[in-house]
């Protein structure tokens, strides 16, 4: 089973947790093929992703594609800078099977992904947990006015998503978010999820709903994790400065957490300093919440 990460420097610190978790419930990791879309990684990042995996026991395949984010999707709006998030739309040009599941790297996975390998579309373009209705996200006004959306029209997070290829390539959906990205560029709210969502318009097939389990900072532990995929969504994250005292899931993601991963990936660095200036608001909120919630 091809399973695709997307990642960054400022990434790494998160994917510790996620490739151990991922590893541990995993029933036959022989059958597992990981590939990691690398930008900006270095040779030494690339070992120690191979290290970690192989303290771990993992026995599939492991491939590393390179991709300058910035060269490839800086016509398009960023996140804070970065279009490393879009580098998933890339999954169809790389994987040539018939499927494959990407998945974030801020997630806490209880599930065995195998049990993914033979899932049903159902004929739809891919599979993905059922979020909320349009009307609630922050890309509303764009796919309702723009799109032409109805507000009842289902969204879904784009940390856990199974891409059906074949369907892909048949329906030729390469030329058509490239199409929403040319005339759209500025107004991509949420990146990738936006231009995943525009394709599907609603009608993706659903993934069980313990396959992508917002945590937010202030909030308990979601229900129903043990068997499910823990997903820290927003800011801050549990390893994010700060990220100790005001997220509730820090305790369970820090246990998990190799002593290796750890100190490869744990120390204070200039690109950390920015993300936490860049996050301000989000560390602010975080403590206020976290407060109320005392």
């Not at 599941?101 to 992904?113: M, P, Q, S, T």
């Not at 940390?159 to 290829?165: E, H, I, S, T």
Request: with cysteine; charged share 25%.
């Amino acid at each position: 089973m091809d399973i695709v990460f997307n990642i960054n420097p400022l990434g790494l610190e998160g994917l510790g947790t996620t490739l151990i978790s991922l590893v541990r419930s995993c029933s036959k990791t022989d059958e597992l093929n990981l590939h990691f879309l690398c930008s900006e990684l270095n040779v030494d990042d690339k070992s120690n992703i191979t290290t970690l995996l192989k303290s771990e026991n993992y026995k599939g395949h492991t491939a590393f594609i390179d991709f300058d984010a910035k060269k490839t999707f800086g016509h398009l709006r960023s996140l804070h800078g970065d279009w490393t998030p879009y580098g998933r739309l890339l999954i169809p040009e790389i994987i040539k099977g018939d499927r494959a599941l990407y998945l974030d790297a801020d997630l806490i996975i209880g599930a065995d992904i195998l049990s993914l390998k033979d899932f049903d579309f159902d004929g739809h373009l891919l599979g993905a947990v059922y979020g909320c209705a349009v009307t609630n996200t922050l890309d509303s006004q764009f796919l309702i006015k723009n799109l032409g959306w109805t507000s009842d029209t289902g969204y879904f997070n784009s940390g856990v998503v199974l891409f059906n290829l074949k369907k892909w390539r048949a329906d030729d959906a390469d030329s058509k978010w490239k199409t929403i990205a040319g005339k759209y560029s500025d107004e991509l709210i949420s990146h990738d999820q936006t231009l995943l969502n525009g394709l599907c318009r609603g009608h993706f097939a659903h993934l069980p709903d313990t396959f992508n389990l917002p945590w937010y900072s202030h909030k308990e532990k979601p229900e129903n994790a043990e068997r499910g995929i823990l997903h820290f969504v927003g800011s801050p994250k549990p390893w994010d400065w700060g990220g100790k005292y005001i997220h509730k899931g820090f305790d369970e993601w820090s246990a998990l957490n190799s002593p290796f991963w750890k100190k490869q990936y744990g120390k204070i660095t200039t690109e950390k300093m920015w993300r936490t200036w860049k996050i301000r608001r989000s560390l602010a909120k975080g403590i206020k919440k976290k407060a109320l919630s005392s």
